[in-house]
């Protein structure tokens, strides 16, 4: 990457006289510019930091609903609003919307699937598709033929991606549209997730009994990319998709589970932290992945970053140090770096939100202080030169 000129250099070529002639000028500008060299230094690295470092974080009891006895988190969005399932006072169980401390019940909704930065939430009522949009309920409509739908993800844009009887769809502008060709018999396709970009990540493959699921991504244009098998295991199931396209998910072998990354349709197996088994539940677009990394033989394990290619226990990385409970899950993580963790597989038992400090943008906003204190600074003095001895 090309690098921008270092302070200094457009006044080099600005005054040739003032550097060429005078030599006390010379060695002042020197002077001048060891400093703003170093806060420049400073400011990159900080910069730098901002995107390499391995955050601490501070973490937020969500608790349970007014009455409540558990909470189930499914997705978080970019603003750390929540959604999942739970109990209250008068509800056994039902959808539920974590906002800033406060539990709201989604009563019109059976299931949720996501939850765009709006606000929208999708899921089903009923058996039925449907949209929750400043808190009116839009039914999607269905496939010709078909009497089911579930929506189970949104994007900024707020189209929707579901499935609507057996076939994967995308709701945009209100209208349906099948991804691709209809399924022949006795076979399904369903939808994990959609991108900003309008590529969704599902499966096809046998309905019922054995038989492998193929992971794929249906391309806005039409195209459809199936994803590699990955070097261990023999079937794969995938998770959630970032904006790059980036899948992450498991793989499943006769004797263990593998958490993998498919990058540009490739699979690799990311590190265990020394437990037997592990699983990749989400990932941002800064490339962050998290999951866990246990051992379901003796239903162990640890909340997992997964960071350059290197394992993180997220339990090490709590300020403070380990709390006196164990993060076992890693369930989703937003583009602020904010994780959703679980003291239970899966996102139950109890739930917490994890937020960087400092936050990521601290560090870089911090960095571009600094540079521009270099770059103001080394605006040429307007004072008069000093005499030629």
Same mark, same amino acid.
């Given at each position: 990457?090309?690098?921008?000129? *270092?302070?200094?250099?457009?006044?080099?070529?600005?005054?040739?006289?003032?550097?060429?002639?005078?030599?006390?000028?010379?060695?002042?500008?020197?002077?001048?510019?060891?400093?703003?060299? *170093?806060?420049?230094?400073?400011?990159?690295?900080?910069?730098?930091?901002?995107?390499?470092?391995?955050?601490?974080?501070?973490?937020?009891?969500?608790?349970?609903?007014?009455? @409540?006895?558990?909470?189930?988190?499914?997705?978080?969005?970019?603003?750390?609003?929540? $959604?999942?399932?739970?109990?209250?006072?008068?509800?056994?169980?039902? =959808?539920?919307? /974590?906002?800033?401390?406060?539990?709201?019940?989604?009563?019109?909704?059976?299931?949720?699937?996501?939850?765009?930065?709006?606000?929208?939430?999708?899921?089903?009522?009923?058996?039925?598709?449907?949209?929750?949009?400043?808190?009116?309920?839009?039914?999607?409509?269905?496939?010709?033929?078909?009497?089911?739908?579930?929506?189970?993800?949104?994007?900024?844009?707020?189209? $929707?991606?579901?499935?609507?009887?057996?076939?994967?769809? $995308? /709701?945009?502008?209100?209208?349906?549209?099948?991804?691709?060709? =209809?399924?022949?018999?006795?076979?399904?396709?369903?939808?994990?997730?959609?991108?900003?970009?309008?590529?969704?990540?599902?499966?096809?493959?046998?309905?019922?009994?054995?038989? +492998?699921?193929?992971?794929?991504? /249906?391309?806005?244009?039409?195209?459809?990319?199936?994803?590699?098998?990955?070097?261990?295991?023999?079937?794969?199931? +995938?998770?959630?998709?970032?904006?790059?396209?980036?899948?992450?998910?498991?793989?499943?072998? $006769?004797?263990?589970?593998?958490?993998?990354?498919?990058?540009?349709?490739?699979?690799?197996?990311?590190?265990?932290?020394?437990?037997?088994? @592990?699983?990749?539940?989400?990932?941002?677009?800064? @490339?962050?992945?998290? @999951? +866990?990394?246990?051992?379901?033989?003796?239903?162990?394990?640890?909340?997992?970053?997964?960071?350059?290619?290197?394992?993180?226990?997220?339990?090490?990385?709590?300020?403070?140090?380990? *709390?006196?409970?164990?993060?076992?899950?890693?369930?989703?993580?937003?583009?602020? *770096?904010?994780?959703?963790?679980?003291?239970? /597989?899966?996102?139950?038992?109890?739930?917490?939100?994890?937020?960087?400090?400092?936050?990521?943008?601290?560090?870089?906003?911090?960095?571009?202080?600094?540079?521009?204190?270099?770059?103001?600074?080394?605006?040429?003095?307007? +004072?008069?030169?000093?005499?030629?001895?």
């Amino acid at each position: 990457m090309k690098t921008a000129p *270092g302070p200094g250099h457009s006044t080099i070529n600005h005054q040739p006289s003032t550097i060429n002639h005078q030599p006390g000028n010379m060695r002042m500008l020197k002077t001048f510019h060891r400093p703003l060299l *170093g806060i420049a230094a400073a400011a990159f690295s900080l910069i730098s930091l901002s995107a390499h470092a391995v955050s601490q974080y501070k973490i937020t009891d969500i608790g349970v609903p007014m009455g @409540g006895t558990y909470f189930h988190a499914e997705a978080l969005n970019d603003n750390g609003t929540i $959604i999942g399932f739970g109990n209250n006072a008068t509800t056994n169980s039902g =959808a539920f919307l /974590w906002s800033g401390g406060t539990f709201t019940a989604l009563n019109q909704l059976s299931y949720v699937g996501g939850i765009n930065n709006a606000g929208t939430i999708v899921g089903s009522s009923a058996g039925q598709a449907v949209a929750l949009k400043q808190g009116t309920v839009t039914a999607l409509p269905n496939l010709l033929g078909a009497s089911v739908s579930s929506a189970r993800s949104v994007n900024q844009a707020g189209v $929707i991606a579901g499935t609507s009887g057996k076939q994967a769809v $995308i /709701w945009k502008n209100g209208q349906v549209q099948a991804l691709g060709e =209809a399924p022949a018999e006795g076979m399904s396709q369903s939808v994990i997730a959609i991108n900003d970009n309008g590529v969704v990540l599902g499966t096809s493959g046998p309905t019922y009994g054995p038989g +492998a699921r193929n992971l794929l991504l /249906w391309n806005p244009d039409g195209t459809v990319t199936e994803l590699g098998e990955p070097p261990v295991g023999f079937e794969p199931s +995938a998770y959630d998709l970032n904006n790059a396209g980036t899948v992450v998910g498991v793989s499943q072998g $006769i004797h263990s589970l593998d958490p993998v990354v498919w990058r540009n349709g490739v699979a690799e197996v990311l590190p265990k932290l020394g437990y037997a088994d @592990g699983e990749a539940h989400a990932v941002n677009d800064a @490339g962050l992945i998290v @999951g +866990a990394s246990v051992s379901y033989s003796d239903t162990q394990g640890v909340a997992t970053l997964w960071q350059d290619g290197q394992a993180y226990n997220l339990n090490d990385l709590l300020v403070g140090g380990p *709390g006196p409970f164990n993060l076992v899950d890693a369930i989703d993580i937003n583009a602020s *770096g904010q994780i959703l963790v679980g003291t239970g /597989w899966g996102g139950g038992d109890y739930v917490y939100l994890l937020t960087p400090v400092p936050e990521p943008s601290t560090y870089a906003l911090f960095g571009l202080g600094l540079l521009s204190l270099a770059l103001v600074r080394r605006k040429p003095s307007s +004072a008069a030169p000093n005499p030629v001895l």
